[in-house]
């Protein structure tokens, strides 16, 4: 499968533990955006990387929340301390370069559920 | 800022039947748009975009859709709906110089039914 994967694709913490999800864009693929879907909304962005730097944060939360995007490896998206409005499917998209004229590549997404 | 309605959280349909899915944006500046589709179990793919030029918009699949600038509006249609049509249908939009910034509807849930 070339597409975009993320993992894990289900996920449960308790409140104050971390969560941390992993996204690998498709191949060729070196820009990768988070966006987060609570339930019954529609999805938000957070945030955008390229590789090992962050170039948009704009709708990432203030505290708690945190994204890389390393030089090997996938992109993670760490959320420390959940709580339960944390509760959400948090999908990554990919794109080959930064023109992308709107079109992404989205993964299936992560179901974060927090007791 | 831009946001994006779809008052229609359900649509069922039988199949073979028209369908339309509605979709009202605001934004005080110029906009792509889009509507994105997913099917069960999988990510979201692009099924169509308006960028410029000619306001209806085709997917490979038989969906069009229509920007309408005066009534903000960029509703998606298909005359005849199979069973496979069955997916979230998300609308979206986006500033130009920021086209990876996409403002998302809350989605339709089409339910096409034998």
């Known amino acids: 499968n070339a597409g975009v994967m993320q993992n894990p694709r289900h996920l449960v913490r308790r409140r104050g533990q971390e969560a941390r999800l992993r996204c690998s864009p498709m191949?060729?693929?070196?820009?990768v955006y988070w966006y987060r879907q609570l339930p019954e909304e529609g999805l938000k962005f957070m945030v955008y990387?390229?590789?090992?730097?962050?170039?948009?944060e704009s709708g990432m939360p203030k505290e708690r929340f945190s994204a890389e995007f390393p030089k090997e490896g996938p992109s993670i998206l760490r959320i420390q301390q959940v709580v339960r409005g944390d509760s959400a499917a948090y999908f990554c998209?990919?794109?080959?370069?930064?023109?992308?004229?709107?079109?992404?590549?989205f993964g299936e997404g992560s179901r974060l559920t927090v007791l | 800022a831009q946001s994006v309605t779809q008052l229609d959280s359900q649509v069922p349909v039988f199949e073979e039947a028209p369908v339309e899915l509605r979709c009202n944006y605001s934004?005080?500046?110029?906009?792509?748009l889009f509507w994105y589709v997913q099917y069960p179990n999988q990510g979201l793919q692009l099924l169509l975009k308006?960028?410029?030029?000619?306001?209806l918009v085709e997917s490979i699949n038989g969906f069009e859709a229509e920007f309408n600038k005066s009534q903000t509006s960029f509703h998606l249609r298909k005359p005849s709906v199979h069973i496979s049509d069955t997916a979230e249908y998300f609308c979206?939009?986006?500033?130009?110089?920021?086209?990876?910034?996409?403002?998302f509807g809350s989605g339709t849930r089409l339910l096409v039914r034998p």
């Open positions: 998209a990919s794109s080959r370069t930064s023109e992308t004229t709107g079109e992404l590549f």
């Open positions: 308006y960028l410029s030029g000619s306001t």
């Open positions: 934004s005080s500046v110029s906009v792509y």
């Open positions: 191949k060729g693929h070196s820009h």
């Open positions: 990387l390229q590789k090992e730097n962050i170039i948009d």
């Open positions: 979206a939009v986006s500033e130009m110089d920021s086209s990876y910034k996409l403002i």
